[in-house]
């Protein structure tokens, strides 16, 4: 399933500094006529635009506690990565009370449910055949094998995301309480896409995604005014953590954008072979380093211990069939043959030639190679390019000089 970009620009606290441009990986974004344009065919949704823009001329925002009162019944559902923050299980408790109190009938744990989904992953990479299974429930990863790294997308666990699985038992559990919204607390920017608003995406079964940043002043309001008594699964609390887990001689566990990329690369060209299962995380220490989360990633590796240390939940044992999904990517978008591919690579690489090459972003494309690809496709001209324009005026200056 593919979810739309999160990302949303704001004009007016905009510079104009071309940050947000630079530091795109899939170079989706670009400037034209003063404003940042995002191409949603390009969007990973990984937020690395958010971040380097220190004028919040980009955001990325999730639905709002006043779209609790649409529903009937209200479920709210907390990932591994954010009870991961607790160091027992009597904060954890005291958190999923503080987070009932701002308005939910129910606060549900996914841990179970995301231990299963990793579990079913293990068991998939023992009989994937000769090719290394690649599993991550992030979608920036998704994105970015099906947009930068398409030869890969055969190697992706037909998975579907954990809180897409938990929202459909949870669906099904209160199929009698009227009208059930289903809220889901995101610990990155991506997963905000993973419902059906503030951005959309109708497909999915959670309801709202709700932004952990946006909403923390108020859990913590709520914090020390109770406890809801809550078990965890170890496995699933481990799921979101790479330092906590299993690690296996045939298990390549990469977090870190810039790790993951070099994994994928490798791994296109064949160079892992040895690896059975490439668990990758973009975040770096995985789940737990959210940008949408508080505190230090550093500090909450370790407290899985503490959170199970006094019992435990087992993993859930939702049908196979409901885990399994042809939804997920398995083919490019591209239907282009490979001879139209070629040629259009070919035009692109002319028109490179007579670009600049200094990837100054001056026309408002990241790249002169971007640059080469908007004319080929004939949306610019080499007349965009204001470094060629500048040698021009130049050169007909020096012309005119006595």
Partial sequence: MKAKTVVTYTLSRCVKCLKCVKSCPTSALSMEQGRILVNPDRCINCGRCIRSCHNKGLLAQGSTLEDIRSYDYTVCMVPSALTNSCRSR?????????????????????????????????????????????????????????????????????????SEA????????HQNHGRVGIFSCCECEAKLALAKYPYGNFEYET?????????????????????DEVLFSREGLQSCNPAAMAQKPEYLIADGFEKINSVLSLEEFGQLNTYRLLYLFPCFNGCIGGHLLWGNSFLTRNNIYELTSDGEKPISEIPLDDLYSDSVCRTSEDQRTFSEKMAFFQKVNEQLERLPGYDCSACGMQTCRIMAEEIAKGNKTLDDCRIRAAMKEGAHDHQGTP
């Fill in 166 to 173: 938990a929202a459909k038992m949870i669906r099904k559990m």
């Fill in 207 to 227: 309801d709202h995604a709700l932004a952990i940043v946006d909403i923390f002043p108020k859990i913590r309001q709520n914090m020390k005014k109770g406890r």
């Fill in 90 to 162: 009597e904060e954890a408790e005291d958190l999923f009370h503080a987070i009932r109190m701002l308005g939910f009938d129910e606060v549900v744990d996914i841990s179970p449910v995301e231990g299963q989904i990793m579990h079913e992953t293990k068991m998939l990479s023992e009989e994937f055949g000769n090719q290394s299974v690649i599993a991550s429930f992030c979608p920036v990863v998704n994105r970015l094998i099906e947009t930068v790294y398409p030869m890969l997308l055969d190697n992706l666990a037909p998975l579907i995301y954990p």
